[in-house]
């Protein structure tokens, strides 16, 4: 069975750009969480998507947004970027979403400058 | 207002001893714990978890205890290997109120580095 994917894998972009990020869950799995992840905070979750709707929000400003698509597969955007964005973005699938176990993919390294 | 701590950032074992990795959460709405293991490169990979109505729960080298009282909980692995030096994170989940189903959300902490010395 293939695991989670997520592309790009590496990406570049400069301050005010916008960007798009991609995630396909494991087959069958209807949940899509993304997570943050920088040295200093840590892992922090950014929101979850079951069956194209948004079931959980973090804490983040409404630049972050995400969508999921009929086939479970999930996009996250995040518009007017800052320095600040520079992290790796890990997307997480699991059957039915809840505390159980998630699998997560490989990350995107977003690098702002 | 960080709700769930890893005070190590590092933990150095040698191998064949037990490494003992430890999480403190302040959310008294936890209701459960997982612990992830991270490569550099990877996603994390869910390693075990616990429910809160449980104290203790093992799989094969790994053993989470949970003290809901000290809401302290703690990731045994016997014997440590080599290939356990990895970035153990700590996750904590709640169901969020006025949700239905399964509205969770996973909070994590910073994640201790562990490193087993052959």
């Known amino acids: 069975k293939a695991g989670v994917t997520q592309t790009p894998r590496y990406l570049i972009k400069t301050r005010g750009q916008q960007v798009t990020l991609s995630c396909s869950p494991i087959s069958g799995h209807r949940s899509v969480s993304w997570y943050q992840q920088t040295p200093g905070q840590g892992l922090q979750f950014l929101f979850e998507y079951f069956s194209e709707t948004q079931r959980n929000k973090g804490n983040f400003p409404g630049r972050f947004s995400g969508r999921q698509f009929s086939n479970s597969r999930s996009e996250m955007n995040v518009s007017t970027l800052e320095l600040g964005d520079s992290a790796l973005y890990l997307c997480?699938?699991?059957?039915?979403?809840?505390?159980?176990?998630?699998?997560f993919g490989p990350g995107t390294r977003l690098t702002v400058l | 207002d960080q709700q769930v701590k890893q005070n190590s950032p590092s933990l150095s074992v040698q191998e064949g001893r037990i490494s003992i990795l430890n999480c403190d959460y302040t959310?008294?709405?936890?209701?459960?714990f997982l612990w992830y293991k991270k490569y550099p490169a990877e996603g994390p990979t869910f390693l075990i978890s616990i429910s809160s109505i449980k104290d203790k729960n093992e799989d094969g080298r790994f053993t989470v205890f949970l003290n809901k009282s000290a809401k302290h909980l703690s990731l045994h692995i016997v014997p440590s290997q080599p290939g356990d030096s990895a970035v153990y994170f700590c996750a904590a989940s709640a169901r969020e109120a006025g949700g239905g189903g399964s509205n969770y959300k996973l909070t994590f902490g910073k994640g201790t580095l562990l490193t087993v010395n052959p």
């Open positions: 997480a699938s699991s059957r039915r979403g809840g505390p159980n176990e998630q699998f």
């Open positions: 959310n008294s709405m936890f209701d459960y």
